[in-house]
């Protein structure tokens, strides 16, 4: 298994841009996420989908927009990027809980560096 | 959503025990103790996480105070690949598992 994967790695976008940073699990899990990660701060979460179909917003979701057509993929937009969205993005899922789950562990991606300038 | 209280850095020397302590006064009654910790450059990993009752994984010890009010996560021989931010989270009670991360403990290892 890959685990989660996210493309691109790396982004420079100009002020009013747009842009979609892709997520993909390969782990058939019902619940993923979106966090940025400002320098020197912990994660903040944007994003999450408990199953396709089915998000809705965290803490910081102002400036961007998620889909969930299916169960492997969620992708983020950002529509008129701000410098304010220069963050490190991390995308995560688990599995649904059920009993006898060993945990409710969160598995993450390696993060998508974005700058807006 | 209850808040934990962790020392912004500790550090350590290689081959010793750790202690990396979290305060989480408000905790309600069903909140999980999640431990997470993020290598440099890297997205967070699990570490370990409980309820009421010490744990122990391949990676680390649990220790969580009777009144719950406080636990300190244990890790038993530091090595440099140990060196991290660690952060110390109340799990969300819903179904969601939403993670609510503070700005956890950086620890240093030195050789």
């Known amino acids: 298994n890959a685990g989660v994967t996210q493309t691109p790695k790396f982004r420079i976008l100009k002020i009013g841009q747009s842009m979609t940073l892709q997520c993909t699990q390969d782990m058939n899990h019902n619940y993923m996420y979106w966090y940025r990660q400002d320098p020197g701060m912990g994660l903040k979460l944007i994003y999450y989908s408990v199953g396709a179909g089915i998000t809705d917003k965290g803490e910081v979701p102002n400036g961007y927009n998620v889909s969930r057509s299916t169960t492997e993929d969620f992708p983020l937009r950002l529509e008129l990027a701000a410098p304010s969205q220069t963050s490190v993005y991390f995308c995560a899922s688990r599995n649904r809980p059920s009993s006898g789950a060993p945990s409710y562990e969160q598995y993450f991606g390696p993060g998508t560096r974005l700058t807006v300038t | 959503d209850a808040k934990t209280t962790q020392p912004n850095s500790m550090e350590s020397n290689e081959e010793e025990p750790v202690h990396l302590p979290c305060n989480h006064s408000?905790?309600?009654?069903?909140?999980?103790i999640h431990w997470y910790r993020q290598l440099p450059s890297q997205g967070p990993e699990y570490v370990i996480h409980g309820l009421t009752s010490n744990v122990n994984n391949r990676m680390a010890s649990l220790a969580i105070a009777e009144d719950r009010k406080s636990s300190t996560l244990i890790l038993h021989r530091a090595t440099l690949r140990d060196a991290a931010v660690y952060y110390c989270?109340?799990?969300?009670?819903?179904?969601?598992?939403?993670?609510?991360f503070g700005q956890g403990t950086t620890l240093q290892v030195k050789p």
């Open positions: 408000t905790i309600s009654g069903t909140d999980y």
């Open positions: 989270i109340l799990r969300d009670v819903s179904n969601t598992g939403k993670l609510i």
